[in-house]
């Protein structure tokens, strides 16, 4: 019989093909004694022995009934059943197994049934990133509860998986997604319940699948890299080739559109841009000198006769009121203290002098004396030099890594999405290249569950002012101490009982983060380690919301325990993504890895090509500047000009907060940082090699302008905003409801910057961030290569803000969540903005307009505006890829989007209800789908001004049809009065759609 079987299989393998004929599909049938998972194209008897004990039934018409002689056999849990593909003799026979043995054999032909339970797991997901559209998956709305759910499951032919949406999940709330493929790729989700039927089923190998088709044209994905390059000429014609150059290269980067790799490799850099960009500012009234080759702090401080620090020179500027300029020759300025102005510095510049490049350094320079026993691992004493730690080294201006385990990523995926950082050339992963990652721990030490009435914790959740534009995010709520007592302050949104958005009812969203990790040799093959105090431990949120630092408190061979972290992100959870350990001399086992131990004074490095050379650099100052003034009396009219900061030390250990109600958590410290200032001005500067933050505005402020600046390699956020509020009490000072008392950064101007590669360290960065600060204006910035978002406005503060012009590209670059902007509206404020000074919680429109954003590197959406934003008005935009056109979840309202062009996505909106009133607008746009699906999806339960205004849009499909939407033609929609003057055509040649963007960006 095996051998008949298996000529049978070799028949069908060569009609079918042997893969393809026995890839797996699942099929459930149930039957009210027991519910059994049934596998197509597996055979589990065909090992059938004088031993195994099984039953031949003839004559079984279909799986379903040889199930049922299985369910009435006391004894059986296993059977197989033949179709009539199979040979004659085996056609309809049903094999009956009661030995209990199920092993599988790919077979087509053959149904194989298990009798099984469900496996059900809380916080998890097995359709994260997956669409209600797609085949195998069925969408039933309104189940109240998992457990119905899974009944609904076992009620449905073909489910084997259920992942069940809680009520906190916005437009997805209680919906029941019944999966009948049995893909399984599960994964940590906070909010979601997941329950499987039967064994994981090791697939058959298959072949490599064919090059995934393209979903935009080569010659548009050419045109829209060549026309950003255009786009960047024409908003900062003073940039640089080298600038433009690597700007070009970026776009040439594999990661392009949403079907695969890019397919234009061929962006240059315009022979007319500049070689040099130095402006020269004049020197304003008196100044004084300072020279770091020749200068001396006994000089007079003339340009003749220079200080040889800033900080002497400034103590020149306070004993001569009427010398306000402090003029910096060429130079490097080394690990100076940072500079500290108050009011009484009002209306001091700092700057380069003639436009020579001169450069602020964060580092001590080391002398060293290298020696090596193995002529890998090199060591140089640095006593008597005054280093007490050391968490950033350049070789030679190149940035070396922390001694590291991994040194680079094991395979291509981490916790599902591409792995960024590989090892190369035997060097450890270099962190602009990304995390570097894809191990994960073998369980999870999690801690002490929050509940909702902590030890040591209290709440402020006042009924008033009240919000009641959506069903949700209606009152200012806020949690003091708890499990939030390691941020500063130790409070947050996510700390009190009214946390909501896309996560679990309270206690289940309060913050929490691991306490340790379950570790075997297979996981960290060197541990457990010596000394592992020292020892920092990197993770993802499970979701890669952020990444987390933890303080390593012990290590043994199967624990490394934890003993401060996890503050890098607002959103916490208990379990982790993938993770690596860093600063521990185990590890140093990679070139261009270091270590320092404190202990000792002894400097590590790794080198198999010899022994070190050149000038090696120690990084040791957070800060360069800081100004700190209040509300009443802040510092005026201070201006840095020209000057290049570089080499900052690490501040992911030191005090984040949780800034309002979004999911970002904000690391203060900065190389300039600003705190109550009025008319304060950053011009031309360059910032570059920098571990933490860049900038950060702080508190009340005023006309502050950061323009024509360049950025690149920067640990943590670029720029940073924050405000402050009231009515929260000392503790959680800056954190309360009221922000009447206009004690926040408003009407700040960014314009005109350059900048790429932020978030090295701190993975939830953006390029522009801003919280509790309004009517800023954003203009004419050019960022790339980020890990999250480009930019985030983490709250609704006020509004006001205009976003003109921007470009905007390979953001997302280690996650799959945002895309180019994201935004949140969780927290309730009152202000006075628009208002004739009278309070108010409606903010005014944030306008998006004339940006040219690239969602590649499978971004979610070119704008996301997430849990409860509201009243944007986005138009005249072009974006290109991405997934939807517009977002708009978890009771978000009052968002327009109009005149725009969404080039090839996958809809034009995905949005939630909204209360009357404040229903959502999207209207004549362009929208190019990369498929033939239905171009919107909404509440179509909706009354008369819930629905969202939807009229004058031209739908792009590839074949010029396009699908239902809300189960309605588009003639139907029209005759029902609703998408009037929409229209479905075919795709627009490739030159048209970039004619369209060249105009909205005014080229």
Same mark, same amino acid.
């Given at each position: 019989?095996?051998?008949?079987?298996?000529?049978?299989?070799?028949?069908?393998?060569?009609?079918?093909?042997?893969?393809?004929?026995?890839?797996?599909?699942?099929?459930?049938?149930?039957?009210?004694?027991?519910?059994?998972?049934?596998?197509?194209?597996?055979?589990?008897?065909?090992?059938?022995?004088?031993?195994?004990?099984?039953?031949?039934?003839?004559? *079984?018409?279909?799986?379903?009934?040889? +199930?049922?002689? @299985?369910?009435?056999?006391?004894? =059986? #849990?296993? &059977? !197989? /059943? %033949? $179709?009539?593909?199979?040979?004659?003799?085996?056609?309809?026979?049903?094999?009956?197994?009661?030995?209990?043995?199920?092993?599988?054999?790919?077979?087509?032909?053959?149904?194989?049934?298990?009798?099984?339970?469900?496996?059900?797991?809380?916080?998890?997901?097995?359709?994260?990133?997956?669409?209600?559209?797609?085949?195998?998956?069925?969408?039933?709305?309104? *189940?109240?509860?998992?457990?119905?759910? +899974?009944?609904? @499951?076992?009620?449905?032919?073909? =489910? #084997?998986? &259920? !992942? /069940? %949406? $809680?009520?906190?999940?916005?437009?997805?709330?209680?919906?029941?997604?019944?999966?009948?493929?049995?893909?399984?790729?599960?994964?940590?989700?906070?909010?979601?319940?997941?329950?499987?039927?039967?064994?994981?089923?090791?697939?058959?190998?298959?072949?490599?699948?064919?090059?995934?088709?393209?979903?935009?044209?080569?010659?548009?994905?050419?045109?829209?890299?060549?026309?950003?390059?255009?786009?960047?000429?024409?908003?900062?014609?003073?940039?640089?080739?080298?600038?433009?150059?690597?700007?070009? $290269?970026?776009?040439?980067?594999?990661?392009?559109?949403?079907?695969?790799?890019?397919?234009?490799?061929?962006?240059?850099?315009?022979?007319?841009?500049?070689?040099?960009?130095?402006?020269?500012?004049?020197?304003?009234?008196?100044?004084?000198?300072?020279?770091?080759?020749?200068?001396?702090?006994?000089?007079?401080?003339?340009?003749?006769?220079?200080?040889?620090?800033?900080?002497?020179?400034?103590?020149?500027?306070?004993?001569?009121?009427?010398?306000?300029?402090?003029?910096?020759?060429?130079?490097?300025?080394?690990?100076?203290?940072?500079?500290?102005?108050?009011?009484?510095?009002?209306?001091?510049?700092?700057?380069?002098?003639?436009?020579?490049?001169?450069?602020?350094?964060?580092?001590?320079?080391?002398?060293?004396?290298?020696?090596?026993?193995?002529?890998?691992?090199?060591?140089?004493?640095?006593?008597?030099?005054?280093?007490?730690?050391?968490?950033?080294?350049?070789?030679?201006?190149?940035?070396?890594?922390?001694?590291?385990?991994?040194?680079?990523?094991?395979?291509?995926?981490?916790?599902?999405?591409?792995?960024?950082?590989?090892?190369?050339?035997?060097?450890?992963?270099?962190?602009?290249?990304?995390?570097?990652?894809?191990?994960?721990?073998?369980?999870?030490?999690?801690?002490?569950?929050?509940?909702?009435?902590?030890?040591?914790?209290?709440?402020?959740?006042?009924?008033?002012?009240?919000?009641?534009?959506?069903?949700?995010?209606?009152?200012?709520?806020?949690?003091?101490?708890?499990?939030?007592?390691?941020?500063?302050?130790?409070?947050?949104?996510?700390?009190?009982?009214?946390?909501?958005?896309?996560?679990?009812?309270?206690?289940?969203?309060?913050?929490?983060?691991?306490?340790?990790?379950?570790?075997?040799?297979?996981?960290?093959?060197?541990?457990?380690?010596?000394?592992?105090?020292?020892?920092?431990?990197?993770?993802?949120?499970?979701?890669?919301?952020?990444?987390?630092?933890?303080?390593?408190?012990?290590?043994?061979?199967?624990?490394?325990?934890?003993?401060?972290?996890?503050?890098?992100?607002?959103?916490?959870?208990?379990?982790?993504?993938?993770?690596?350990?860093?600063?521990?001399?185990?590890?140093?086992?990679?070139?261009?890895?270091?270590?320092?131990?404190?202990?000792?004074?002894?400097?590590?490095?790794?080198?198999?090509?010899?022994?070190?050379?050149?000038?090696?650099?120690?990084?040791?100052?957070?800060?360069?500047?800081?100004?700190?003034?209040?509300?009443?009396?802040?510092?005026?009219?201070?201006?840095?000009?020209?000057?290049?900061?570089?080499?900052?030390?690490?501040?992911?250990?030191?005090?984040?907060?949780?800034?309002?109600?979004?999911?970002?958590?904000?690391?203060?410290?900065?190389?300039?940082?600003?705190?109550?200032?009025?008319?304060?001005?950053?011009?031309?500067?360059?910032?570059?090699?920098?571990?933490?933050?860049?900038?950060?505005?702080?508190?009340?402020?005023?006309?502050?302008?950061?323009?024509?600046?360049?950025?690149?390699?920067?640990?943590?956020?670029?720029?940073?905003?924050?405000?402050?509020?009231?009515?929260?009490?000392?503790?959680?000072?800056?954190?309360?409801?009221?922000?009447?008392?206009?004690?926040?950064?408003?009407?700040?101007?960014?314009?005109?910057?350059?900048?790429?590669?932020?978030?090295?360290?701190?993975?939830?960065?953006?390029?522009?961030?801003?919280?509790?600060?309004?009517?800023?204006?954003?203009?004419?910035?050019?960022?790339?290569?980020?890990?999250?978002?480009?930019?985030?406005?983490?709250?609704?503060?006020?509004?006001?803000?205009?976003?003109?012009?921007?470009?905007?590209?390979?953001?997302?670059?280690?996650?799959?969540?945002?895309?180019?902007?994201?935004?949140?509206?969780?927290?309730?404020?009152?202000?006075?903005?628009?208002?004739?000074?009278?309070?108010?919680?409606?903010?005014?429109?944030?306008?998006?307009?004339?940006?040219?954003?690239?969602?590649?590197?499978?971004?979610?959406?070119?704008?996301?505006?997430?849990?409860?934003?509201?009243?944007?008005?986005?138009?005249?935009?072009?974006?290109?890829?991405?997934?939807?056109?517009?977002?708009?979840?978890?009771?978000?309202?009052?968002?327009?989007?109009?005149?725009?062009?969404?080039?090839?996505?996958?809809?034009?909106?995905?949005?939630?209800?909204?209360?009357?009133?404040?229903?959502?607008?999207?209207?004549?746009?362009?929208?190019?789908?990369?498929?033939?699906?239905?171009?919107?999806?909404?509440?179509?339960?909706?009354?008369?001004?819930?629905?969202?205004?939807?009229?004058?849009?031209?739908?792009?499909?590839?074949?010029?049809?396009?699908?239902?939407?809300?189960?309605?033609?588009?003639?139907?929609?029209?005759?029902?009065?609703?998408?009037?003057?929409?229209?479905?055509?075919?795709?627009?040649?490739?030159?048209?759609?970039?004619?369209?963007?060249?105009?909205?960006?005014?080229?």
């Amino acid at each position: 019989r095996k051998k008949r079987e298996q000529t049978n299989m070799a028949n069908m393998t060569s009609s079918f093909g042997a893969v393809v004929a026995l890839a797996l599909t699942v099929v459930l049938l149930h039957m009210a004694a027991a519910d059994f998972a049934v596998y197509s194209g597996y055979n589990a008897c065909d090992d059938t022995s004088p031993n195994s004990t099984v039953t031949f039934k003839h004559n *079984v018409m279909s799986v379903s009934a040889c +199930q049922a002689l @299985c369910a009435a056999e006391s004894k =059986c #849990t296993v &059977f !197989t /059943w %033949h $179709d009539d593909t199979v040979e004659p003799e085996f056609r309809h026979m049903c094999i009956l197994r009661t030995d209990g043995i199920f092993q599988w054999k790919p077979q087509g032909g053959h149904f194989s049934g298990l009798q099984a339970t469900w496996d059900v797991t809380q916080d998890q997901s097995d359709v994260f990133a997956h669409s209600p559209t797609e085949k195998g998956i069925h969408v039933i709305p309104d *189940v109240a509860s998992a457990t119905d759910c +899974q009944t609904k @499951c076992s009620q449905t032919e073909f =489910c #084997t998986i &259920f !992942t /069940w %949406h $809680d009520q906190n999940q916005g437009s997805y709330a209680k919906q029941c997604w019944l999966i009948t493929d049995y893909r399984w790729s599960p994964r940590s989700d906070s909010g979601h319940t997941t329950g499987r039927l039967g064994p994981v089923v090791p697939t058959p190998p298959s072949p490599p699948p064919p090059p995934a088709p393209a979903t935009a044209p080569a010659d548009f994905d050419c045109g829209m890299r060549h026309l950003a390059m255009e786009f960047a000429r024409e908003a900062q014609p003073f940039r640089t080739k080298a600038e433009l150059q690597v700007m070009a $290269d970026a776009l040439n980067l594999p990661g392009g559109d949403p079907g695969g790799a890019t397919q234009c490799f061929n962006v240059t850099v315009p022979s007319d841009a500049p070689e040099k960009y130095a402006p020269v500012f004049p020197i304003q009234g008196s100044a004084v000198y300072v020279d770091a080759s020749v200068g001396k702090d006994t000089n007079a401080g003339t340009l003749a006769s220079p200080f040889a620090t800033l900080g002497r020179a400034l103590r020149a500027t306070r004993a001569s009121p009427s010398t306000r300029t402090i003029a910096l020759r060429a130079g490097v300025y080394y690990s100076q203290d940072t500079v500290k102005l108050t009011a009484a510095d009002s209306g001091l510049t700092i700057q380069a002098y003639n436009g020579e490049e001169v450069w602020l350094s964060g580092a001590q320079v080391l002398t060293t004396s290298w020696t090596s026993t193995d002529g890998k691992v090199w060591q140089t004493s640095l006593k008597g030099q005054n280093v007490s730690d050391i968490t950033g080294l350049r070789f030679n201006r190149e940035r070396a890594v922390r001694a590291r385990y991994p040194n680079g990523c094991q395979n291509n995926v981490s916790d599902h999405y591409a792995c960024q950082g590989l090892q190369k050339n035997g060097k450890v992963v270099d962190p602009r290249d990304g995390f570097g990652s894809s191990i994960n721990a073998k369980h999870v030490v999690t801690p002490v569950q929050p509940t909702m009435n902590q030890p040591n914790w209290t709440e402020v959740n006042p009924q008033q002012p009240l919000r009641n534009s959506s069903n949700s995010y209606r009152t200012f709520q806020l949690g003091v101490g708890g499990s939030c007592k390691d941020f500063d302050p130790p409070a947050g949104y996510w700390c009190g009982n009214g946390c909501s958005g896309g996560a679990p009812s309270p206690p289940g969203c309060i913050f929490r983060s691991p306490v340790g990790f379950e570790i075997d040799q297979t996981i960290l093959p060197n541990a457990p380690y010596k000394n592992p105090t020292r020892g920092i431990v990197q993770a993802w949120h499970p979701g890669h919301w952020a990444s987390w630092m933890f303080q390593v408190g012990s290590s043994n061979s199967t624990h490394l325990m934890f003993s401060r972290g996890g503050f890098q992100g607002a959103r916490g959870n208990n379990n982790a993504g993938t993770f690596f350990v860093e600063n521990v001399i185990e590890e140093l086992d990679a070139d261009n890895e270091f270590f320092y131990d404190p202990d000792t004074e002894t400097l590590f490095y790794h080198s198999s090509t010899g022994k070190p050379t050149g000038v090696v650099e120690a990084t040791k100052l957070q800060t360069f500047v800081e100004i700190r003034g209040t509300q009443a009396q802040p510092v005026k009219n201070v201006s840095i000009l020209g000057v290049g900061f570089r080499d900052t030390a690490l501040s992911y250990m030191d005090h984040h907060s949780m800034p309002s109600g979004g999911d970002w958590a904000l690391g203060r410290i900065a190389a300039v940082f600003a705190y109550g200032v009025s008319g304060f001005t950053l011009d031309s500067n360059r910032f570059q090699q920098l571990d933490g933050n860049a900038i950060t505005i702080n508190g009340y402020a005023r006309g502050v302008i950061i323009q024509n600046n360049e950025f690149h390699e920067i640990g943590d956020n670029i720029i940073a905003q924050l405000g402050e509020t009231t009515g929260a009490g000392s503790i959680a000072y800056g954190m309360g409801w009221d922000g009447t008392q206009g004690n926040q950064p408003r009407g700040s101007i960014i314009r005109k910057n350059f900048a790429y590669q932020c978030g090295l360290f701190e993975k939830q960065s953006s390029f522009y961030f801003q919280a509790k600060s309004s009517q800023n204006q954003i203009e004419d910035n050019i960022f790339f290569h980020g890990p999250r978002a480009g930019i985030n406005f983490n709250d609704g503060f006020g509004g006001g803000t205009v976003l003109k012009h921007n470009l905007l590209f390979s953001t997302v670059m280690e996650s799959g969540d945002h895309g180019p902007f994201n935004s949140w509206d969780r927290q309730v404020y009152a202000h006075e903005i628009g208002t004739d000074n009278k309070p108010n919680v409606t903010k005014e429109y944030d306008e998006i307009t004339r940006n040219f954003f690239v969602g590649n590197y499978f971004g979610q959406e070119a704008v996301d505006n997430d849990d409860g934003s509201a009243y944007y008005n986005t138009h005249h935009n072009f974006f290109v890829y991405a997934r939807t056109g517009m977002k708009n979840d978890f009771n978000g309202h009052d968002n327009h989007h109009h005149d725009n062009v969404y080039a090839f996505i996958s809809k034009g909106l995905g949005i939630c209800g909204a209360l009357p009133g404040h229903a959502d607008q999207f209207y004549s746009n362009k929208v190019i789908q990369t498929d033939s699906g239905a171009y919107g999806t909404y509440d179509c339960k909706c009354s008369a001004g819930e629905c969202p205004l939807m009229q004058y849009n031209v739908i792009f499909t590839p074949d010029g049809t396009m699908g239902n939407v809300c189960d309605q033609t588009l003639k139907q929609r029209q005759a029902a009065g609703v998408d009037i003057g929409t229209k479905v055509q075919s795709w627009p040649a490739s030159n048209d759609i970039l004619t369209w963007g060249r105009q909205l960006l005014g080229l």
